[in-house]
């Protein structure tokens, strides 16, 4: 998965929603797009929801953040 691998590349520094809407959709500002990446970002964090080490979280308005706990 390409988004997951984007967010261990840079754990705990902040990846900007237009970036992983570019890069993975093509867009920066599509609702569509958006929905999408969201509810990826939800079965993401279901995936990773048994490795107490790592967390996804939102920070919101801006992008997301891999948090290494």
């Given at each position: 998965?390409?988004i997951?691998?984007?967010l261990?590349?840079k754990p705990?520094?902040?990846?900007?929603?237009?970036?992983?809407?570019d890069?993975?959709w093509n867009?920066?500002?599509?609702?569509?797009a958006?929905?999408?990446?969201?509810?990826f970002?939800t079965k993401?964090r279901?995936?990773?929801?048994e490795?107490?080490?790592?967390?996804?979280?939102t920070?919101?308005?801006?992008g997301?953040?891999?948090?290494e706990?």
């Amino acid at each position: 998965n390409g988004i997951l691998e984007l967010l261990f590349r840079k754990p705990g520094e902040i990846i900007r929603r237009e970036i992983i809407l570019d890069k993975f959709w093509n867009t920066e500002d599509d609702y569509f797009a958006s929905r999408s990446l969201d509810v990826f970002v939800t079965k993401l964090r279901k995936f990773l929801s048994e490795d107490e080490s790592v967390t996804i979280k939102t920070v919101k308005g801006v992008g997301l953040i891999l948090i290494e706990n």
